[in-house]
């Protein structure tokens, strides 16, 4: 959806960032639509956001460590995980290097590795591939293609329709907070409300096609 469809609302609302005025957010089966963040993550729902704020002066694995920690029992286990999250999205050889050292990309990895530690089942996406070229995104969507085909669930709000085009199985499309459609990417690549409200005119050249 455009700018201010109400995108990342709905994910504040679906991970206890906001509370919703009505409604209900189920997490495997269980109404948990008023539960706090860390409640939520530790039910399952993992989180990353457009506006990245690492800490700093830290490793990345310190930083990966910090989402472990909503599960893990010990340090120990905190650590193994770390190492593991880092492990499922290549950043295992800059594990020591201070987050402040990275690029847009590694950073956005490393959050990625960082919601990839509380170990959930649904991972929530917010602008994974802003600020990346081509050729960085291509290597981000690669890894979130593993993730999904491990069997975890992935619902990223993302701009760069090429992109997800080839990537998500199901489109969602927000306009002023309403869901104006639901269905495969070529579906909804070509429907006249969507070109309408966010794809524009070259995308409508591509639908008359």
């Known amino acids: 959806g455009p700018n201010g469809a109400g ?5 504040n609302l679906l991970n206890g960032f906001q509370t919703p ?8 089966g269980k109404d948990m639509a008023r539960s706090k963040p860390h409640v939520l ?24 460590r910090t989402g472990a920690y909503v599960r893990a029992g010990s340090e120990a286990e905190a650590a193994e995980v ?19 050292e990275l690029t847009t990309k590694e950073l956005r990895l490393m959050e990625l590795a960082r919601a990839l530690a509380g170990k959930p089942h649904t991972l929530l996406l917010d602008e994974t591939l802003a600020g990346l070229g081509r050729d960085e995104a291509a ?10 085909a491990s069997g975890m669930t992935v ?6 329709m090429q992109a997800m085009v080839q990537l998500v199985d199901r489109f969602l499309v927000l ?29 409508s050249a591509h639908a008359e096609d």
């Open 7 to 11: 995108k990342t609302t709905l994910f």
């Open 21 to 28: 005025t009505s409604g209900q957010v189920f997490v495997n």
């Open 41 to 64: 993550c530790r039910a399952g729902v993992g989180r990353t956001f457009q506006i990245m704020r690492p800490f700093t002066r830290m490793s990345v694995r310190d930083n990966v």
């Open 82 to 100: 770390a190492d593991d999250a880092l492990r499922q999205v290549g950043l295992s050889a800059i594990a020591e290097q201070l987050a402040g």
């Open 139 to 148: 290597e981000v969507v690669a890894v979130i293609r593993r993730l999904s």
């Open 155 to 160: 619902a990223i709000i993302e701009h760069t």
């Open 175 to 203: 306009d002023h907070g309403q869901v104006i459609m639901e269905g495969a990417p070529e579906e909804v690549t070509k429907n006249p409300h969507v070109i309408e409200a966010y794809l524009g005119k070259k995308w």
